[in-house]
């Protein structure tokens, strides 16, 4: 997790989302959009807009179970209106929200949900992590065989806090309206904006300004809750209780591989470690630790000998060179000729096509613990993501059949999981690393009692863990700072959540944190 082209090439292929789109039979749009003044007139397009049919919100009831506990809760689904600058509508955003029923929701928490990209609906997160329901996967979030189905979750938040569900701008059912070019929306800005203003104006309709407020973002939806937290306080006055990064980055630098950009190699090598452990590539005695412990050797390799050989870049000796490659031979799983021949730099995508190359398989990117067979065992990169496709079937089937029939919201929008949001404009980030490191660090100077929970999966290959650990480490150096940030670990992948073992420690570390930090009236003082 820059330049303008080959930032958005990079940053689409993190969304965790796929290509395919509910079909309903018609949909509202407007004539092509003129092009703008770089774009060739050919390129018009036509955007699906909202209409009057978007603009209601829908209401059920149900019941869930949680451990002995029966919680009974509402569900709304449908839109809330996103004002341009000049106060005119300029949109409806889409969400799903759940509120425990019986308790005074004025001092229950709420957290706003969503997922990254740029450019993916929320539905991974709706239907994996914390909502009430969840779609079934096979064991160890394994791709299931269909029909698929969906189950009560053991593992939903809403014993702890109220879930709030948004799709972004032209993703999901959220579209702008009659008139008004969603690329305004496209951005990094537009996007913080709409997600600011949305927020506001969801605490506003449902009496929710006096609540413990989250955010907790995905992939690309990290870098979002980082910006948003400014957003909030400088445009809206709202101030956080806590943000949470799940299989995140600050920092496009850390995902970037370049000739003069060797950290883009040094955080991966963590995950690495964990994905040759997993298929068992590792020396003996490497093998026969926990997993744990494993990483954390390799990470004290990874940010001290490696790096350091790294940096030193062609000035190693041969001797330096072949004793380097020795080592991450060991913690990567990899040949010592091969590291060589690769000038001790692999790649996500060359090690994903590498480590099982003899087996003739290839491992996942958002969770490496996946495989796949591919055409041929001869080839650089690996043809596909098998643990982004086995999410597709399963979650697309379940929130289709789920948002109508239960939910009852209907409508002839396209739901896109992945939506045209390009070309995304990076705004002051063009021609540079996309980084929002220095706006969390002043957010949370500013807010002396916000907190921060960063969440990273030991097998993710996009959001690579080193790269949240590099980036946190780089966040602030003050103790008033450093003291409220916080990791936790865990055995999955990029959306560690689909594994029940990880996903049931996840609720139970997500849960201490936001009772923790929504406690009210406690007095917090600067060490100085």
Same mark, same amino acid.
């Given at each position: 997790m820059f330049r303008s082209a080959l930032a958005f090439v990079f940053a689409a292929a993190l969304a965790a989302a796929s290509p395919h789109a509910l079909q309903p039979p018609q949909r509202p749009t407007q004539p092509?959009?003129?092009?703008?003044?770089?774009?060739?007139?050919?390129?018009?397009?036509?955007?699906?807009?909202?209409?009057?049919?978007?603009?209601?919100?829908?209401?059920?009831?149900?019941?869930?179970?949680?451990?002995?506990?029966?919680?009974?809760?509402?569900?709304?689904?449908?839109?809330?209106?996103?004002?341009?600058?000049?106060?005119?509508?300029?949109?409806?955003?889409?969400?799903?929200?759940?509120?425990?029923?019986?308790?005074?929701?004025?001092?229950?928490?709420?957290?706003f949900l969503f997922n990254g990209g740029p450019g993916s609906a929320s539905i991974w997160l709706h239907m994996g992590s914390f909502a009430p329901v969840r779609a079934e996967m096979a064991p160890e979030g394994f791709q299931p065989a269909p029909p698929y189905?969906?189950?009560?979750?053991?593992?939903?938040?809403?014993?702890?806090?109220?879930?709030?569900?948004?799709?972004?701008?032209s993703t999901g059912?959220?579209?702008t309206v009659a008139g008004v070019d969603p690329r305004q929306f496209h951005g990094v800005r537009g996007d913080l904006r709409a997600f600011g203003r949305f927020i506001r104006e969801y605490l506003t309709h449902f009496d929710r300004w006096s609540s413990p407020k989250f955010v907790i973002g995905e992939s690309y939806g990290s870098i979002r809750s980082a910006g948003l937290v400014?957003?909030?306080?400088?445009?809206?006055?709202?101030?956080?209780?806590?943000?949470?990064?799940?299989?995140?980055?600050?920092?496009?630098?850390?995902?970037?591989?370049?000739?003069?950009?060797?950290?883009?190699?040094?955080?991966?090598?963590?995950?690495?470690t964990a994905t040759a452990w997993f298929h068992k590539k590792l020396p003996a005695d490497l093998a026969a630790k926990p997993l744990k412990a494993v990483v954390d050797e390799a990470r004290t390799f990874a940010f001290g000998e490696y790096a350091s050989?790294?940096?030193?870049?062609?000035?190693? =000796?041969?001797?330096?060179?072949?004793? =380097?490659?020795?080592? /991450?031979?060991?913690?990567?799983? /990899?040949?010592?000729d091969y590291l060589e021949r690769a000038n001790l730099r692999v790649t996500a995508s060359r090690y994903r096509k590498e480590l099982l190359r003899d087996q003739r398989l290839a491992v996942g990117r958002l969770d490496s613990r996946f495989t796949a067979v591919e055409l041929d065992a001869a080839g650089e990169s690996p043809e596909f993501d098998p643990s982004n496709s086995a999410l597709a079937g399963p979650y697309?089937?379940?929130?289709s059949e789920y948002?109508?029939?239960?939910?009852?919201?209907?409508?002839?929008? =396209?739901?896109?999981t992945s939506g045209n949001v390009r070309p995304w404009s990076w705004d002051e980030f063009e021609n540079q690393y996309m980084d929002m490191t220095e706006e969390l660090r002043a957010a949370m100077a500013r807010n002396p009692h916000l907190e921060l929970l960063g969440i990273a999966g030991y097998y993710d290959l996009a959001t690579p863990v080193g790269g949240l650990e590099y980036n946190?480490?780089?966040?602030?150096?003050?103790?008033?700072?450093?003291?409220?940030?916080?990791?936790?670990y865990y055995e999955g992948g990029h959306m560690m959540y689909i594994r029940p073992s990880a996903h049931a420690q996840l609720k139970e570390d997500l849960a201490r944190f936001i009772r923790r930090t929504s406690q009210t009236g406690a007095v917090q003082t600067s060490s100085r």
């Open positions: 092509p959009v003129p092009p703008q003044a770089d774009e060739p007139r050919e390129e018009r397009r036509t955007y699906e807009i909202a209409g009057d049919a978007e603009a209601r919100i829908s209401e059920t009831s149900h019941t869930i179970r949680l451990g002995s506990e029966e919680i009974r809760y509402n569900a709304h689904a449908g839109t809330l209106p996103i004002r341009l600058d000049n106060g005119d509508l300029g949109g409806r955003m889409f969400f799903v929200s759940y509120t425990r029923s019986g308790e005074d929701a004025k001092k229950r928490p709420v957290a189905r969906l189950v009560p979750n053991e593992h939903s938040l809403l014993d702890v806090a109220d879930v709030v569900f948004i799709d972004a701008m059912y959220s579209r400014g957003e909030l306080q400088n445009r809206h006055g709202i101030e956080l209780n806590g943000v949470v990064l799940l299989s995140a980055l600050l920092s496009y630098q850390t995902i970037r591989a370049a000739p003069q950009n060797d950290i883009a190699y040094v955080v991966l090598v963590p995950t690495y050989a790294l940096m030193t870049g062609n000035t190693l =000796t041969p001797a330096e060179v072949k004793a =380097t490659a020795q080592k /991450l031979a060991r913690y990567t799983g /990899l040949s010592a697309v089937a379940a929130f948002v109508r029939d239960t939910l009852n919201w209907k409508s002839d929008l =396209t739901y896109p946190l480490w780089h966040l602030g150096y003050d103790e008033t700072i450093t003291r409220r940030l916080g990791i936790t």
